[in-house]
């Protein structure tokens, strides 16, 4: 089993839809969750960034993380067309003095006007 | 302006033959990285360092080589490419840890023929 997995998608939803993206993750070490944008061309940019369990909200942005279920997902309400790209999640354990970070495969998602 | 920079861009190479892809960064982050994105497979790390002359593994270090002499640059060198060192690879830094908030360069392109 992959250390975290993402479902690549694609995904395509009509503009205003609730998007929800999620990843799995087999390391019960990790206690840092990121989510990453990444537009076609362009390296990815951190969309949100949490510590442990629980939510946090930036916008129409909504970051959730289970670490019961090592299950961890990004919402996004009002969905826009600019919000077409690929998002990645990332985590990382921090142990032994460790700072890798692991990341999904990343889900493609269009967003139509 | 807070920026990563890579060069080259784009480079197509032949087998064997020594190259380095150069990584700057201008504002005054302790952490680097590097990564190899390709299709597939999502977004992998190679090496990372948490300050000058401190270098560590990622996921997929084999058949790269990195050096931390400055904390600006971070240069990835692959001694002697080959095919499957195909990908677009991306420089990132972070300030601090690494486990905060990571700029990430504009990528370069490599075929390795």
């Given at each position: 089993?992959?250390?975290?997995?993402?479902?690549?998608?694609?995904?395509?939803?009509?503009?205003?839809?609730?998007?929800?993206?999620?990843?799995?993750?087999?390391?019960?070490?990790?206690?840092?969750?990121?989510?990453?944008?990444?537009?076609?061309?362009?390296g990815p940019e951190l969309?949100?960034?949490?510590?442990?369990?629980?939510?946090?909200?930036?916008?129409?942005?909504?970051?959730?993380?289970?670490?019961?279920?090592?299950?961890?997902?990004?919402?996004?309400?009002?969905?826009?067309?600019?919000?077409?790209?690929?998002?990645?999640?990332?985590?990382?354990?921090?142990?032994?003095?460790?700072?890798?970070?692991?990341?999904?495969?990343?889900?493609?998602?269009?967003?139509?006007? | 302006e807070a920026q990563v920079t890579q060069n080259?861009?784009?480079?197509?190479?032949?087998?064997?033959?020594?190259?380095?892809v150069t990584c700057s960064q201008n504002m005054n982050h302790e952490y680097m990285s590097w990564y190899?994105?390709?299709?597939?497979?999502?977004?992998?790390?190679?090496y990372y360092s948490m300050n000058v002359?401190?270098t560590?593994?990622?996921?997929?270090?084999?058949?790269?080589?990195v050096s931390r002499k400055e904390k600006r640059n971070f240069p990835l060198?692959?001694?002697?490419?080959?095919?499957?060192?195909?990908?677009?690879y991306f420089c990132a830094s972070t300030r601090g840890?690494g486990?905060g908030e990571q700029y990430f360069g504009p990528g370069t392109?490599?075929?390795?023929?």
């Amino acid at each position: 089993q992959k250390e975290v997995e993402q479902d690549p998608g694609p995904l395509s939803v009509p503009e205003g839809a609730i998007v929800s993206l999620n990843c799995t993750y087999s390391n019960s070490a990790f206690q840092y969750f990121m989510w990453y944008r990444q537009y076609s061309r362009k390296g990815p940019e951190l969309l949100m960034y949490t510590y442990s369990s629980g939510n946090k909200e930036d916008g129409r942005f909504t970051a959730q993380v289970d670490k019961s279920s090592k299950y961890i997902s990004l919402f996004i309400r009002d969905s826009q067309p600019s919000d077409s790209a690929t998002y990645l999640c990332a985590m990382s354990d921090r142990g032994g003095g460790s700072e890798k970070l692991v990341f999904g495969k990343g889900t493609k998602l269009t967003v139509n006007p | 302006e807070a920026q990563v920079t890579q060069n080259p861009r784009y480079l197509i190479t032949v087998t064997g033959k020594k190259l380095t892809v150069t990584c700057s960064q201008n504002m005054n982050h302790e952490y680097m990285s590097w990564y190899r994105q390709d299709p597939g497979l999502g977004l992998r790390q190679i090496y990372y360092s948490m300050n000058v002359e401190v270098t560590d593994k990622g996921d997929v270090p084999e058949g790269y080589k990195v050096s931390r002499k400055e904390k600006r640059n971070f240069p990835l060198i692959l001694e002697s490419p080959s095919p499957n060192q195909t990908s677009l690879y991306f420089c990132a830094s972070t300030r601090g840890t690494g486990l905060g908030e990571q700029y990430f360069g504009p990528g370069t392109r490599l075929t390795v023929t």
